[in-house]
């Protein structure tokens, strides 16, 4: 079942360090906020409003610390394939 939204999704960007990326992850935070524009804004994630936080870790390590958005719901990006996996997702809903 779809759900129809009247405003966007804020969603809280959160990068990790990047100290061994293996992949260019502005470029897919950017192709990720090109696919689901009008439909899901960035926004820092102590934003008022924020519905979900998306860490956008550099590789399959995951090692960003997350426990400040205790009880958020998170989303996790290790490359492309999850990229491509959150896009399809908030389409849907």
């Known amino acids: 079942m779809k759900i129809y939204r009247d405003e966007k999704i804020k969603i809280g960007l959160k990068y990790c360090g990047g ?3 293996e992949y260019d992850r502005v470029t897919v935070v950017r ?18 409003g924020v519905e979900l936080i998306l860490a956008v870790q ?8 997350l426990s400040s ?23 849907e809903q």
């Open 19 to 21: 100290c061994n990326p």
């Open 31 to 48: 192709h990720i906020g090109e696919r689901l524009q009008g439909k899901a804004e960035f926004v820092e994630p102590e934003h008022e």
């Open 58 to 65: 550099g590789c399959s390590t995951a090692c960003a610390d």
């Open 69 to 91: 958005f205790h009880g958020m719901e998170i989303r996790i990006i290790t490359g492309i394939e999850d990229a491509e996996r959150f896009i399809r997702e908030i389409e």
